[in-house]
């Protein structure tokens, strides 16, 4: 069965085993906050008070732990596409979406790079929170090109790309704030018809 990222959900679980999974990913989160997705899954799993090993079996590999860890980001993304399809001004709800996509994946430092990655291996575990924003994005984006806001050349992977690109852009210049706003202005200028 598939969680609301196509991420699998865990079998039913022992007690314990549920606990481990829990502090596995509340450590995670914590690391990933801290030092950037690229922070030690030894690190994560001594916070978490087990071993790498158990680490492992929950999640077999970084990006299915990556995945887990921002599954609840993504449902919000997701729930927020949902909401903006019905926004009276197509394109002004792509805009708001995308905003929200760039602050999602200046979270955690890392992130906007292994999201620009997944799109080189669509397999990887990240692809599973991958396909869905794909999906929403891409029905606010027909609705604003329908709606003769957006060019019709515009597809959702390039504005995704370009969102990640952004996110990373600004995580390496924290010292200027309006770093992301500016390039995404720049940005969506593009995206209209002429």
Same mark, same amino acid.
């Given at each position: 069965?598939?969680?609301?990222?196509?991420?699998?959900?865990? &079998?039913a679980m022992r007690a314990d085993?549920?606990?481990?999974?829990?502090?596995?990913?509340? +450590?995670?989160?914590?690391?990933?906050?801290?030092?950037?997705? !690229?922070?030690?899954? +030894? !690190?994560?799993? &001594?916070?978490? *008070?087990?071993?790498i090993g158990t680490l492992y079996?929950?999640?077999?590999? &970084?990006?299915?732990?990556?995945?887990?860890?921002?599954?609840?980001?993504?449902?919000?993304? /997701?729930?927020?596409?949902? +909401?903006?399809?019905? =926004?009276?001004?197509?394109?002004?709800?792509?805009?708001?979406?995308?905003?929200?996509?760039?602050?999602?994946?200046?979270?955690?430092?890392?992130?906007?790079?292994? /999201?620009?990655?997944?799109?080189?291996?669509?397999?990887?575990? $990240?692809?599973?929170?991958?396909?869905?924003?794909?999906?929403?994005?891409?029905?606010? $984006?027909? &609705?604003?090109?329908?709606? *003769?806001?957006?060019?019709? =050349?515009?597809?959702?992977?390039?504005?995704?790309?370009?969102?990640?690109?952004?996110?990373?852009?600004?995580?390496?210049?924290?010292? =200027? %704030? !309006?770093?992301? !706003?500016? /390039?995404?202005?720049?940005?969506? %200028? *593009?995206?209209?018809?002429?």
């Amino acid at each position: 069965m598939a969680g609301t990222t196509g991420t699998p959900e865990p &079998r039913a679980m022992r007690a314990d085993a549920r606990r481990n999974r829990e502090r596995l990913l509340t +450590e995670a989160r914590a690391a990933f906050a801290e030092h950037g997705t !690229d922070t030690s899954l +030894e !690190d994560v799993a &001594r916070r978490a *008070g087990v071993g790498i090993g158990t680490l492992y079996r929950h999640f077999p590999s &970084r990006q299915a732990l990556m995945s887990a860890v921002f599954e609840d980001a993504v449902s919000e993304l /997701l729930a927020r596409s949902r +909401e903006l399809l019905h =926004d009276p001004e197509p394109c002004a709800a792509l805009v708001t979406w995308l905003r929200e996509m760039v602050t999602h994946a200046s979270e955690y430092r890392g992130l906007a790079r292994a /999201l620009m990655a997944v799109s080189a291996d669509p397999g990887s575990a $990240l692809a599973g929170c991958s396909t869905p924003i794909h999906e929403a994005g891409g029905a606010l $984006l027909t &609705r604003a090109q329908g709606a *003769g806001a957006v060019r019709h =050349d515009v597809a959702i992977s390039d504005l995704l790309k370009l969102t990640h690109a952004i996110a990373l852009a600004a995580e390496e210049s924290p010292a =200027d %704030q !309006d770093l992301a !706003d500016r /390039l995404l202005r720049l940005t969506l %200028q *593009g995206l209209k018809e002429a």
